[in-house]
């Protein structure tokens, strides 16, 4: 549904995206994660046809950007960074006017924005003006504006940003209901979004490409694998790493009194500590074998001075 | 790849600049081209804004011979309020007049400010307009320019510019010694006869112009080989001849109209009829021009009805008569011969007739159907014979039918109050001269608008305070229906 | 076209809910209506020759004023973005924009009909002059507006475009009043540019075909230029 290949973006000497390739298939719903700055803006501008690309073939909803823009168009919903929106113009009118420029027919148009204002949780709405909306309506409303038409490619740039818990909750079932049916790129820089969201991932970093696939084989780049969680009493740390099979231990957070430690091994050391445990060798309160983060495998791909940008 | 981006850069963006300024630049030239072809439409009231036929007309003429034309219109005295309407009357017409001669340099001078070139032409008069081509110059004044009509609550002034312009130019314009021949020698009205029925004033009207009346005789000729009209002729004048013209005289007639002439012909009822007159498609049928309306109190003398012409424009406009009397019928063939165009200058009014004889009431004659001619008669016909005709080998020739002849003689020069310009204004339509046919029309009215104080007042908050005051109650309106939504 | 009328639509309604623009409306009536008053005192003369010179200067100032925020608003708001990216040309919203500014000039136009209507009250106007008149200052009025579209395009301050737009404008002003400036000669070549010189004619009831000609092309040419500026931006 989206192909990317040899992507280039360069505004003036600077240049913002260098070689950047990716394909989505129809139906998915991809994240598109990386750091502030990385080029997700300037990537989605080029997927909607708003700006060009200096080199490079992007084909959306199989038509060439470039040379067909306007057939892209039409398939594309599109959200931008801050919604698109005219503060004099109420909700209603602002879609009627949207609903009007995508060419949704007249007899369509009162029966498509209920729907959609239904959707994104707006009923009721019709009347508020768009100035006076907080945050999360203006993201809601930007919302309802990409889906009206109902594209098949959806390009959402930062869609659940600004939502209290509540919407964001609403927000992701929406999009989730779309997948299948709808093709979805959404660019965020929140991890949990892409957990919650997103069945794949493409990070993205200083214009590049630098990792892409499942969430669980993205998780397989952190550092280390997977890692052994304790709590324990009557053992200090460089007796626990002297442990036989154990590579090294990372102090964590005491709770409760209890010292817990990031046991790392070539093996699950699971059975060797509960066995010791139960000898009286020391006391063990939790022990629980855990899988890498997301975070951990984002941090350890875009570097941590990145990941905190 | 490379490649087929740089052709996408440049066919969307990288020629951006080169293609704005070619667009500009089309622009630019296209101008140039619309500047050259002007269409116009003029939608004030009578089309009064752009100029008449006739005044474009002289000035195409004035183009033609490229001698440098200066106009200079000086303004109205500062402070009277119709001094506005004069300026602005005045400075259209320059423009106007700017806009279609390539020859004539208007110039607009405030008389108060620049008093050096008032003085430099000898000005001495607010609303002056000087016009001046080569040596020559013409003064047009104030009352010249501006008339004042109408009675009572009605009363407003009028600017005659355009007529006194047109005026000035024809003044500028008049060529020298121009000879008109008349024929003699077959019993024709003589010029050098100062009698009722001689022809001494019509040459001195023609004076004038600076025509000049000369006697043409074939038979004495003798300094020509062979006979013929003069080379210098301007038109010939055949006025009418008491016994019929020779076959080889006529010839020599033709010969002159073949390349392009201007013949007059004036014949009286009962008088030989020219052959010429068949061969352009003219008759004149037997009997005589009457009408009901006739000047007192000769019962022959019908009152003409002046016809659309160059001839009798300025006639019509000022209603002045030309008296005509005993006047034969001119029948001008319907439809017109090839080639010819007819077109009637003199006609009786639809109560006129031909008459032929029978019973009288009152010493005047009566319309008897079984017997006369159904009116209105023409009394005299133009007309422009071109080369279709077969007559004609050169240009246009110009001939005028009349069928009186008196209408030329000192006697009805004299009483009759149009007779002299129509008799002037005939030979200037033959000779080509409609440039000095004086322009009728053209007269602008002052749209006064008298106020009093009160109206003033009143004018004053309908026009400043009323729109505003509501286009902002309407915005505050709006801005409280959707405040707070 | 039926993404023109969408546009239209859109910039009128905005026009319509938005107090700025009934501001100005109202400052352009007054400035009408106080010229009116001048002219025909002070003339003594049933007609709109006055008021038609002085308010073509009073649209040179009001009209990118009232264009000002079409595209630097838009590019502001981030809604250029989607109009950009919506299956519509450039050229659709170029014209569906001007389209909505000629038409609340023509709105304001309809305003001042009551001048002529007080002209025929107390007087005879000759109301074929009236027309052309008219016809004139809408002329001026596109061809402004097309300036102020251009100069909107070209700077992000909504403010600087319309004092840009009055700047590119001036010009056609002065070159009417350039006898002062520059010598005769030159100011009689550059005559041909000038915005006076070409409502001139109007003024007096002629409709001359150069005189729409060079209006046309002044507005075409702006929005062309506009156009060719709101692609350029996307380049950059």
Not at chain 1, 32 to 46: C, D, W
Request: hydrophobic share 45%; aromatic share 8%; proline share 5%.
């Amino acid at each position: 549904m989206i192909e990317v290949s040899r992507l280039t973006k360069a505004f003036g000497p600077r240049v913002a995206l260098d070689d950047v390739n990716f394909t989505i298939q129809k139906g998915e719903i991809v994240g598109f994660l990386g750091p502030n700055g990385a080029g997700k803006t300037t990537t989605m501008r080029i997927l909607t046809g708003y700006i060009p690309a200096t080199a490079g073939i992007v084909r959306v909803a199989g038509y060439d950007v470039f040379d067909e823009p306007y057939e892209v168009r039409e398939r594309v919903g599109y959200l931008p960074e801050t919604p698109p929106l005219y503060p004099e113009f109420s909700v209603g009118e602002y879609l009627q006017f949207c609903a009007e420029l995508r060419r949704v027919p007249k007899a369509k148009r009162a029966t498509v924005i209920g729907d959609t204002m239904e959707r994104v949780g707006l009923r009721g709405w019709e009347r508020r003006l768009l100035g006076s909306l907080s945050k999360g309506y203006r993201q809601r409303v930007g919302l309802a504006q990409a889906l009206l038409h109902d594209p098949s490619v959806l390009i959402l740039d930062e869609p659940t940003s600004g939502l209290d818990p509540a919407q964001l909750a609403g927000i992701r079932e929406l999009i989730q209901s779309l997948a299948g049916t709808h093709t979805v790129i959404l660019s965020t820089h929140i991890l949990s979004e892409v957990d919650a969201l997103c069945p794949r991932a493409i990070i993205i970093d200083r214009g590049r490409v630098v990792a892409q696939g499942t969430l669980a084989e993205l998780r397989e780049q952190a550092p280390g694998g997977a890692w052994t969680y304790v709590e324990v009493r009557g053992i200090d740390g460089p007796r626990l790493g002297g442990l036989p099979g154990i590579a090294r231990v990372e102090p964590l957070p005491t709770v409760d009194g209890w010292a817990a430690w990031c046991v790392r091994s070539s093996t699950d050391p699971r059975e060797l500590l509960a066995g010791r445990a139960a000898a009286g060798d020391f006391q063990l309160r939790a022990l629980e074998r855990r899988a890498p983060t997301l975070e951990d495998a984002f941090i350890h791909i875009v570097g941590r001075e990145g990941a905190q940008a | 790849m490379a490649v087929s981006q740089a052709r996408r850069r440049f066919a969307a963006g990288g020629n951006s600049l080169l293609v704005s300024v070619l667009v500009v630049a089309a622009a630019c030239v296209g101008y140039l081209l619309v500047d050259l072809h002007r269409l116009r439409v003029d939608l004030s009231a009578d089309q009064g804004a752009a100029l008449l036929p006739d005044t474009l007309t002289k000035l195409a003429l004035l183009d033609r011979d490229a001698t440098p034309v200066t106009v200079t219109a000086f303004s109205g005295q500062r402070g009277k309020q119709e001094s506005y309407f004069k300026d602005r009357a005045l400075r259209d017409l320059l423009d106007e007049v700017d806009f279609a001669s390539q020859v004539v340099t208007v110039q607009f001078v405030d008389f108060d400010k620049e008093r050096l070139t008032a003085e430099k032409l000898g000005v001495t008069d607010y609303s002056t307009v000087v016009v001046q081509r080569g040596g020559a110059r013409v003064d047009i004044k104030d009352r010249e320019l501006f008339k004042r009509v109408g009675k009572g609550e009605d009363r407003h002034l009028e600017f005659l510019g355009e007529k006194a312009l047109d005026r000035a130019f024809a003044q500028l314009t008049a060529e020298n010694h121009r000879v008109v021949y008349t024929l003699v020698g077959h019993g024709e009205l003589d010029p050098d006869n100062h009698d009722l029925g001689g022809l001494s004033e019509a040459a001195a009207v023609l004076q004038q112009d600076d025509y000049k009346l000369e006697r043409l005789d074939f038979i004495r000729q003798r300094d020509m080989a062979v006979p013929r009209v003069p080379d210098d002729a301007a038109a010939l004048a055949i006025l009418r001849p008491k016994v019929p013209i020779p076959a080889l005289e006529e010839d020599l007639i033709l010969a002159y109209l073949a390349g392009g002439g201007a013949l007059v012909i004036a014949v009286d009822p009962e008088s030989p009829v020219p052959s010429i007159l068949g061969r352009l498609g003219v008759v004149i049928p037997s009997g005589r021009v009457l009408d009901k309306l006739l000047v007192f109190p000769y019962p022959d003398r019908p009152v003409p009805r002046y016809k659309s012409h160059p001839i009798t424009r300025d006639l019509s406009e000022d209603s002045l008569v030309t008296v005509v009397s005993g006047v034969a019928p001119v029948q001008a063939a319907v439809p017109p011969l090839e080639g010819i165009r007819n077109t009637i200058v003199l006609e009786t009014t639809r109560d006129g007739w031909i008459d032929r004889g029978g019973a009288l009431k009152n010493g005047q004659g009566l319309y008897e159907p079984a017997i006369d001619g159904q009116g209105p008669a023409t009394m005299a016909v133009a007309l422009e014979v071109s080369r279709d005709s077969g007559l004609v080998k050169k240009g246009i020739g110009r001939v005028l039918i009349v069928g009186d002849s008196d209408l030329f003689t000192n006697g009805l020069l004299l009483e009759g109050p149009g007779n002299a310009s129509f008799v002037l204004n005939s030979f200037r339509w033959l000779i080509g001269d409609e440039a000095r046919i004086s322009v009728i029309g053209g007269a602008k009215k002052a749209r006064r608008l008298a106020l009093t104080a009160e109206d003033g007042d009143q004018i004053r908050w309908l026009a400043i305070g009323l729109g505003p005051l509501l286009v902002l109650v309407l915005g505050v309106g709006v801005w409280a229906s959707r405040r707070g939504r | 076209m039926s993404s023109v009328t969408t546009i239209w639509k859109k910039e009128l309604r905005i026009y319509a809910v938005n107090p700025t623009a009934y501001a100005f409306l109202s400052v352009f009536l007054f400035l009408a209506g106080l010229f009116f008053y001048l002219g025909v005192t002070l003339t003594g003369e049933a007609s709109l020759r006055v008021l038609s010179s002085n308010l073509a200067i009073a649209e040179l100032f009001i009209l990118p004023m009232l264009t000002m925020r079409h595209f630097a608003e838009e590019r502001r708001q981030g809604t250029l973005e989607m109009l950009l990216t919506a299956p519509i040309s450039p050229w659709s919203l170029v014209i569906g924009k001007w389209l909505a500014s000629v038409t609340l000039c023509a709105l304001m136009f309809l305003g001042t009909c009551v001048l002529p209507i007080i002209l025929a009250y107390y007087g005879n106007p000759d109301w074929g002059v009236v027309l052309t008149t008219y016809l004139g200052l809408l002329f001026v009025a596109g061809a402004f507006c097309a300036a102020g579209l251009l100069a909107s395009t070209l700077l992000d301050d909504q403010l600087a475009a319309g004092l840009l737009g009055i700047a590119m404008l001036l010009p056609f002003w002065l070159i009417s009043r350039a006898e002062a400036l520059v010598g005769d000669d030159l100011a009689l070549k550059l005559q041909p540019f000038g915005v006076l010189n070409h409502l001139e004619a109007f003024g007096r009831g002629i409709i001359d075909s150069a005189d729409v000609y060079y209006f046309a092309a002044m507005t075409f040419t702006f929005l062309f230029l506009t156009y060719r500026s709101l692609e350029s931006r996307r380049w950059r």
